[in-house]
């Protein structure tokens, strides 16, 4: 499975159309001729929008492969506890003051 790389951390406003739906209601409103270019505006948003949705890591991994790998890294989580956990029983970190 190869990771796709994004851009950095998905900024919420990034995703939000609301701005651009209100710009051009009221575009029509005030029969302007802005509303193509607010229109265009909206396309360019929703296409970004599609980009980022489909760069997003693990976005081609089924729910299935999803599950199946969270429980292996619990499985690793709970081996490396227990190993943890033997190796503190040792006492093999206690150094003795000189």
């Keep these: 499975m190869a990771a796709v790389e994004t851009k950095g951390p998905i900024n ?3 995703c939000s159309f609301l ?3 209100h710009d051009i209601i009221k575009c029509i409103d005030k029969d302007s001729q802005e ?3 607010e229109l265009n505006k909206l396309k360019t948003k929703l296409q970004d929008t599609r980009e980022m ?3 997003m890591p693990g976005i081609d991994v089924s729910p299935e492969q999803q599950q199946q790998q969270l429980q292996n890294l619990r499985d ?3 081996t490396k506890n227990e190993l943890l956990q033997k190796y503190k029983s040792l006492c093999m970190f206690d150094i003795p003051k000189a």
Aim: aromatic content about 0%.
């Design 12 to 14: 919420p406003e990034d």
């Design 19 to 21: 701005p651009i739906v």
């Design 35 to 37: 509303v193509h270019q």
């Design 53 to 55: 949705v489909s760069s």
């Design 76 to 78: 690793q989580v709970r």
